[in-house]
């Protein structure tokens, strides 16, 4: 087993495993500091902050030979008796050099800088460099240059680590980005005509360890430090990307993507990165509507919990369609409300939204073409209750059918949504024109929403505690956020209640529940670690 | 209706008439000189209602007396209902009764005496009371059982430690009060107030120049008993949050507000009868019952005069002169300190009453050197032994 | 708490003699001190009829005002870190990216709630351009909630309105060079 020094603690290795310094550094608790290494990236050892004294121990004698020079610590491979300095003096005042060069030029604009509280050039200055700035230059600029419809780039502060570079090269591989000029002249820029416009753009920006790169999305709205991050998972496609939610008076102000190196690695897409936005549309469903013969009215909820199971047991035929949208614990309780209502109700999977084809990157990301996150779970809690997979293509049909003999199919039909882009046209609607009880769940209004007995506001993906199933197979889950808006219960909240539950909402045991009768989710029974569940053998074999 | 119950009846008016606007107007002196010594200007903007006159805020009283009354008379749900009504009720009933036997003047000239009374009017409520001094003291031992209903009724451990600390302070200084009563009594040959006043005023000698341990430890222990500071600890505001009070607001506060003031009052009105010659002033005020118009009002004037001058120099600067003492400095300064002086004092004038040094109420020099002797004597002795300065605090084990 | 607790510093009490013993000087002392403040000059001001004077204006803690640059133009920049300085949280900042070219961003909207704020002067501490002042100007009052709530346009024109007799601090302090 190799054996690795890294400030005289012993590090084991695994046979397998080749490591560079900082990340065998990092598993003895030793942070070294860096600007251009990163682990999704190829290593280029230009920004010379990584500095660290390396040496060899003789496999017999035990004799440390230390080189004369220090070398980067992301270029160093650790092998067996390689030995890693990074406390010397020496090391120390090679860091407090570099500092002292990169802030040169530097305008130091933090005040205004958006990556101010969360920028490796504050950090580490104020870790390992000088106390005191020896030139007495002050050329500071900070010109601004867009460099995409999304990110724009402030010159000056750039500390050329390559970065950025190297991510449109060998990630998104489209090489928008390239380095300009020469020494110190250097500068990233795009060629003209051809922008940062490829859809991992936004990855820059949190490349970016210094703030140069700017998203203009939450360009100057928030400062880092008033940002709570959560947990959370993307709802834009069937990847299901770990997310942070970054949030602040319940209000999402940027999503970043979270390492998950099963799912999406260190990377998001930008569809997903400003999927956020429908959160917080104005046009949202608020509170619960009835619908009387004069128009509607609004219900309380408690009432609402009430009423609805109510009037659901009295229809002989009823039918529930559950969207890809839904989390697996959510499917899972509507489930058996509406078979416990009617034990005969008969349970469809809600259309699945595709767009175009998947699209993959050179880095191994993938943009799925279906645009929901949990279509694998929705049917796996089905196919426990059905024993087969009922289609939205097969509900429309049977509806149209019976519209032919002037009646309708079904004497109740609950539509669980919670859709993003609009899913519904007018001619879908009109089929369900003839159901005399029609419960709808939405997001926002749609042709559905106005045909609706009652119509329920739902919560959207940040606002929810719960679980998806991504296209890998891979079960996430997820806490809220953010709060619902003022009005709105969240799904898993409403059926927890109808179910006759008392209380909040408790995910945790629902999922626990699911996965202790549904035998596609059993590998969900205990506890959910923060990059998910693989659930491949056990749907497989069920589906 | 007798001429008799006519008087008395205006002379009750006058009296609690009298008392009340005193009290009142006490109180804004009080918060004027408070001011003064912490170098503020004090209520000085309350003057006529409705108008710009301000009078330096001579109106003070008459708002604080409406504001206790509007305000919002509240019981606490946790509270004996009738004890803690009953508690200001008794306090401030036994304050204003103990004032039926203090004079306010000496006697009215004969001739304002009406047709089928006998004698001079006296200005006291109830003249010729033979036990006035121990109905005096019977009634201000009554205030203690208000207090401790006030703080036992309020159910709440500040009320609680309050009347507490309240009812084992006014039982040990009655002790030394009563010892320095019995002293002058002694010397005096009766209890009667106007006999007091009247055997200083004919041997022109106060009481204050014969026995001024006695007078010392009198003034002690009427702070104490009238609870004023340094000797506040049943009500202090730093430690118990007001004390029995703590609960009480409205009227039912009010009442225990005046009763406090109406018993320093009290003791100013004892200090000066009892020590410094009543109504009596060298060259101004004549010494027998036989008076005109003029030296009546001058001998009610010159009460008054010296009961302020005591309330405002006694009673009102030493409350910002000097630190409140700890409860158990408190306790050890009655017992080991003010007690055994007391009886000194007692015994000395008993001894010299005995052998003759004081003849009707008058003290022959040698008497008054022996008794400022033994005074001294005694002051130096009690401050030689230190008997209050012991070292109360726990012990430590020894390790 | 035993008397033996390691925590507890026992303090001895200082030693008497026989004249502090016997009480008299003490008494004589308290009452002194008593009496001098009874005659001394008052301190109080009484206020609606007589101005207080505040010697200092440059560092008195009243209102706030947003110093404008020479332009005219506010000078904040909306870092922020006056609203993150606050411990009351009555500092509320929109910012946006300016209209002028020379500058990258500027608040679009900056509300300081009079009523929430408790004077500390940390804004000022915390502005990196001076942006932000308190001024000497204390008696503030309002008859309603909103009106308390002060904006961006209320804050300049305090600035306006007490340019005269309190300079900008930065200005203050070249000016004494």
Redesign the interface.
Known sequence: MPQVIVDGQTVELEDHERLNGIEVARRVGVEIPHYCWHPGLSVVASCRMCLVETGTRHPQTGEIQILPKLVPACQTPARDGTVFITNSEKVKHSRALVEEALLWNHPV?C??CDKAGECQLQDYYFEHGQPQRRADIRPFT?R?RDVGPTVTLFVDRCVMCSRCVRFCREVAGTSELMVVQRGSHEEIDVFPGYPLANKLAGNVVDLCPVGALGDKDF???Q?V??LRRHEGVCAGCATGCSLWIEENQQRIWRLKPRTNPHVNKWWICDDGRYSYHHVHREDRLLGVRRRVPEGSKLVEWNAAVEAIPAELAGAQRLAGVFSPHLTVEEAWLLATLLRRQNPQAKLFLGPVPRSGQDEKFPGGFTIRAEKCPNRLGVEAVLWHFMGCLCTWEELLEELATAAGNGTSAYDAVLVAGGYIQPWMDEGAAARFAHVPLLVVQDLFPSPLAEAATWLLPAAAFAERDGSYVNAQYRLQSFCWAVRPPVGVWSQGQLYWRMLGRSGLFDARAALREAARDVSALSAAIGDIPPLGIDLRTNLLAAT | MSPELVVALVKIGLLIFGLMTGAAYLVLLERWIAAWVQDRKGPNRVGIPLSRIRLFGLGQPLADGLKFIFKEEYTPRHVDRLLFTLAPLSILVAALAAFAVIPFGSVLPASATPEGMRGPIELVVAPGVDVGLLYVFALSSVAVYGVILGGWASNNKYSFLGALRSSAQLVAYELPLGAALVAVVLATGSLRLDQIIAQQAASGVWNVLVQPLGFVVFVTASFAESARLPFDLPECEQELVGGYHTEYSGVRLLMFLVAEFLHMVMAAVLIVVLYLGGWHFWGLTGSTNEVGWGTALVRVLVLGGKTLMVIVFLFMLARWSWPRFRFDQLMALAWKVMLPLGLTNLVAVAAVVEWGGIRAGKPSLAAVLVLWGIGATGWLAAGWAAPSAADNRPRLEPS | MKPNDPDIYWVEPPRLGLAEKLYLPLVVDGMRTTLRHLVSPKVTVSFPEERPRIDNPLIYRGVHRLNRDEQGRVKC?????CA?ACPAHCIDIV???SPWPDR??YPESFTIDELRCIFCGMCEEAC??DAIELTSLFDLTGRSREEMIFDKEKLLSIYDMTKDAEPMRTAAQEAER
Do not use: M, N, Q
């Open positions: 604009d005040p205004i900070s601004r360009l100057y709205r400062r430090w008033f | 920049v909306a870092c922020f870190l993150t910012g946006a990216e990258e961003k990196p351009v």
